[in-house]
């Protein structure tokens, strides 16, 4: 899944090229690539498909040459995640009515990319042999409100498995402590693993409007008509996600509870977590000289020099056009620095 615009990392992301296309980490290469890449041992690269928005196809194919266009599919509308996947999963369905699937986003980041591995082919298995909704809960290290959380209930036989109890989509900072207190909770990483006729019935059952209007469109999937049918179908889907859609409401919903250094690298705070610190707590270019000034995120662009003295928590995000300076701790009041933005320029820097 790679069409979000990558709002939280404004003014750095912009619609025109967001997140998920960006080298945010500083490795050479964009999230869209890393996911790619993890990926390629367990998935032949001819089996991959990218639901992107219309506009970033030509980005996907130039991150991704080893794709062929039909593997790209792209939608003339975001409408959350539920239609993503079911788009998906008809066009799965129709290459191989037997396939299993992997549902992931395009822009988080894994560490352990060896133990990751290992687990996604035990989910691969898992799913295809039970035809259940399999999840992938991470071990929480933290009481975090960005995240959804995922309440675990009864183990299955085989180890690692345990039936989904509830859903709680990002809680209060209360509710997040008592979460990770209890032991019964886990970060929901947003990666789903289903065969792709279990998914298909599951869209029928709780959110029939959705699979009926992707369903008048089989015998179209993977041939040239399918692009005038999709074109027909966005406009009248509802926006929803799976989680919402499908995934709270099935009783057919597992997890597995793992850890292989996972993050989403949601927000500018998440992104300092993971980023190599100076002596003072400072993530920044060398370009960057810095005063009395410690546990800040400083990102400027190429051959310009900035000098920053008293600053502590801070987030300092320079561009070509954009200067953004503001406390780690008020990150989440991006968004309304955009508005702001796009009402007193007219929309010229988002």
């Known amino acids: 899944m790679a069409g979000g615009v990558g709002s939280r990392f404004w003014p750095l992301s912009r619609r025109q090229r967001p997140k998920q296309f960006m080298d945010i980490l500083g490795t050479g290469r964009s999230f869209l690539r890393h996911t790619f890449e993890r990926f390629r041992n367990i998935v032949p690269d001819e089996n991959f498909l990218v639901v992107t928005n219309d506009a970033y196809s030509e980005q996907v194919l130039r991150e991704l040459p080893e794709l062929r266009p039909e593997q790209v599919l792209t939608e003339p509308i975001g409408r959350n995640t539920a239609p993503c996947i079911a788009y998906a999963a008809f066009r799965i369905s129709a290459l191989d009515p037997e396939a299993t699937m992997i549902v992931t986003p395009s822009d988080h ?87 792709a006729d279990a998914i298909l019935g599951e869209l029928r059952n709780h959110l029939p409007d959705t699979y009926e209007l992707f369903a008048s469109a089989k015998g179209s999937y993977a041939t040239p008509e399918e692009r005038a049918h999709i074109a027909r179908i966005y406009p009248e889907l509802r926006g929803t996600s799976i989680d919402y859609g499908v995934m709270e409401k099935s009783d057919n919903v597992f997890v597995r509870c793992t850890d292989f250094g996972w993050s989403d690298i949601g927000t500018w705070g998440s992104l300092y977590q993971y980023s190599e610190k100076d002596d003072d707590g400072n993530t920044s270019p060398e370009s960057c000289i810095t005063f009395d000034t410690h546990d800040c995120l400083v990102r400027l662009p190429e051959n310009k020099i900035a000098v920053i003295e008293g600053l502590e928590d801070y987030i300092v995000v320079d561009t070509d056009d954009v200067l953004m300076i503001c406390p780690k701790s008020n990150e989440q009041d991006i968004k309304k620095f955009i508005a702001t933005v796009r009402y007193r320029t007219g929309d010229t820097f988002i």
Do not use: H
Not at 138 to 163: C, E, H, K, L, M
């Open 109 to 195: 980041l894994v560490l352990d990319v060896d133990k990751f591995r290992v687990e996604m082919n035990e989910c691969m298995e898992f799913a295809a042999a039970s035809g259940a909704l399999l999840t992938v809960g991470i071990n929480p290290t933290r009481p975090d409100t960005g995240y959804g959380y995922i309440q675990v209930g009864v183990s299955t036989q085989q180890a690692g498995f345990q039936r989904v109890k509830t859903f709680t989509e990002k809680p209060n900072i209360e509710l997040a402590r008592a979460f990770v207190q209890s032991g019964e909770f886990f970060w929901n990483s947003g990666i789903f693993v289903w065969r």
